[in-house]
C-alpha cells in the first residue's frame, strides 16, 4: 500500500502562483511515476501533468503547459507542482497518484487508469 497525502492547495488570484506538494509513504525500495489529475465542479477528471521515477521525464495537458511544473525530490518520496499564471478555469480539486514501476522504466503515464494509489485531493481555488 502507498498513502499519499497532499498539502499546498488554496486560494490564489488570476495571475498568481500556488505549489501543491504530494508525499508518498509504505513502501520502501519502490519506484513510483507520478502525476496529477484535477477535477473541476460538474466536470470529469482531467489529466494535469506526469512525471517519470527519474524526473527525467514530464509531460503536460496543453492547457497547463508553460505555466505549470512538476518536479520530484526522491530521497523525500515527494512530487510537486509549482503553478503560475493561474486562471480562474484552474480551479478544481487537485488529486496526486502514483503508478509502482521498475527502476529502469522511464515513462510518463496521463491515463487515470495506469496509476494505482490517490491521494485524497487539494481544493484550489483561483479568483478573477
Known amino acids: 500500500q502507498v498513502q499519499l497525502v497532499e498539502s499546498g492547495g488554496g486560494l490564489a488570484q488570476a495571475g498568481g502562483s500556488l505549489r501543491l506538494s504530494c508525499a508518498a509513504s509504505?513502501?520502501?525500495?519502490?519506484?513510483?511515476?507520478m502525476g496529477w489529475f484535477r477535477r473541476a465542479p460538474g466536470k470529469e477528471r482531467e489529466f494535469v501533468a506526469a512525471i517519470s521515477w527519474s524526473g527525467g521525464n514530464t509531460y503536460y495537458a496543453d492547457s497547463v503547459k508553460g505555466r505549470f511544473t512538476i518536479s520530484r525530490d526522491n530521497a523525500k518520496n515527494t512530487v510537486y507542482l509549482q503553478m503560475n499564471s493561474l486562471k480562474p478555469e484552474d480551479t478544481a480539486v487537485y488529486y496526486c497518484?502514483?503508478?509502482?514501476?521498475?527502476?529502469?522504466?522511464?515513462?510518463?503515464?496521463?491515463?487515470?487508469?495506469?496509476?494505482?494509489?490517490w491521494g485524497q485531493g487539494t481544493q484550489v481555488t483561483v479568483s478573477s
Open positions: 509504505g513502501r520502501s525500495r519502490s519506484a513510483y511515476a
Open positions: 497518484a502514483v503508478n509502482v514501476v521498475n527502476f529502469s522504466d522511464n515513462y510518463v503515464y496521463t491515463a487515470p487508469r495506469e496509476y494505482t494509489y
